[in-house]
DNA sequence: AATTTCACG
DNA sequence: ACGTACGTGAAATTA
């Protein structure tokens, strides 16, 4: 199919060639986007805008989807099942990321897929070790945005959250200036776009092209943003100064990440610097509370002599392989544990699921 | 070994 | 004028 749409055969799973055809033999887009090195841009961003109009875009994100999933997934994990167990396990790499996240690898447990349908399908083969048993998963609920509120300190992002508001309802009510029960889909899009946007350090170019808008919208959007929540812009402003004068930045806790090059003259460099500069505290602080949560609650588990075990972590969430009668007690630990890992004045809410497989239980 | 892409938080 | 959102691991292709 893709290749009568081309006019030729060739290797699909090529982006070199790919982006060929399409730019060179199809001329679908007048400037293309290039990678560094020079070759055609072929990326998921780039094919859903040429979906739109060109049938071969779509039947290629179709392609890529499918074979992403065998190819990473379903032909691969098989193999990892230990014989000892009847099991896959994970390795997890204590000391491997920049911000305090875990790693894990061989195979990555952490980047199981969940968002596409045929993804969700994947998920789904994650069972308990036993028929009298359930999986448990626990996920702190918006971590880093709260994690970003308590850093700020700021007044009107700790409301939202001490209100139990959806926080991206409320901020895009804020920014639109309209009622809580007025906030359109696409007003809060936006909000959710700026709020993860800003714990990233993108800049005004940056939203406008996630955005889709012009730079001037979305300037406006940044400074009302802003000015809703002064507490944030200080916190971003405060958190660089205090790099360069530092050469770190420090989680809740008050572990370090250096960063060497904060002080660079090369613009691009520095400005990298400053982006990690704002996020580390804020992921490596929810990093620092799981790990916290996790040591409380293995240890709870193991004294209340419970049979049910601890399985996965995947950055906000826990898993457990549950004996179903101890479903109360580990429920009552493992939400008590994640809420009280690390004192915090912006209330941690986590949500916990049950089910017969992964999927079921998120 | 480097590049590109894409799965996840 | 430039470059433009953080953190990972893995697969396939290219050099």
């Known amino acids: 199919m893709i290749f009568e749409e081309a006019g030729c055969s ?11 055809i399409l730019f060179n033999s199809l001329k679908l887009e007048e400037k293309p986007k290039k990678t560094k090195t020079g070759q055609y841009q072929t990326n998921e961003q780039v094919l859903t805008r040429l979906a739109v109009r060109f049938d071969i875009a779509r039947h290629i994100l179709e392609y890529r989807e499918a074979t992403k999933l065998k190819n990473t997934y379903v032909d691969v994990l098989p193999s990892h099942v230990l014989e000892k167990t009847g099991r896959i396990h994970t390795t997890y790499a204590q000391v491997a990321t920049a911000t305090g996240r875990l790693a894990s690898n061989g195979p990555n447990l952490q980047n199981i897929p969940i968002r596409s349908a045929q993804g969700q399908e994947i998920r789904k083969a994650f069972i308990p070790r036993s028929p009298d048993r359930v999986l448990l998963s626990a996920d702190y609920s918006q971590i880093e945005l709260r994690i970003m509120a308590e850093l700020s300190g700021d007044p009107g992002m700790l409301e939202a959250f001490e209100r139990g508001q959806d926080v991206h309802s409320a901020t895009a009510s804020r920014v639109y200036g309209v009622g809580l029960t007025d906030v359109s889909d696409e007003m809060r899009r936006q909000a959710k776009m700026i709020n993860f946007g800003l714990m990233y350090g993108m800049s005004v170019f940056g939203l406008s092209q996630r955005l889709g808008i012009p730079r001037k919208e979305a300037q406006e959007i940044v400074e009302s943003y802003f000015a809703q929540f002064p507490g944030i812009k200080t916190y971003i402003d405060k958190t660089i100064e205090f790099a360069h004068e530092n050469g770190f930045v420090e989680t809740i806790v008050g572990r370090r990440r250096y960063l060497r090059d904060i002080n660079s003259r090369n613009k691009t460099i520095r400005m990298s610097m400053e982006r990690n500069a704002i996020n580390t505290p804020i ?62 004045t912006v209330p941690i809410e986590v949500d916990i699921g049950v089910g017969d497989n992964w999927l079921e239980a998120h």
């Open 283 to 344: 992921q490596g602080s929810g990093a620092d509370m799981i790990k916290m949560a996790m040591v409380r609650i293995q240890r709870a588990m193991r004294d209340a002599g419970l049979e049910s075990r601890m399985v996965l972590q995947i950055h906000d969430e826990l898993v457990f392989d549950v004996v179903k009668p101890e479903l109360g007690p580990v429920r009552e630990i493992v939400e008590s544990n994640m809420i009280q890992a690390m004192p915090m």
């Open 10 to 20: 060739f290797n699909l799973n090529s982006p070199k060639q790919l982006g060929e």
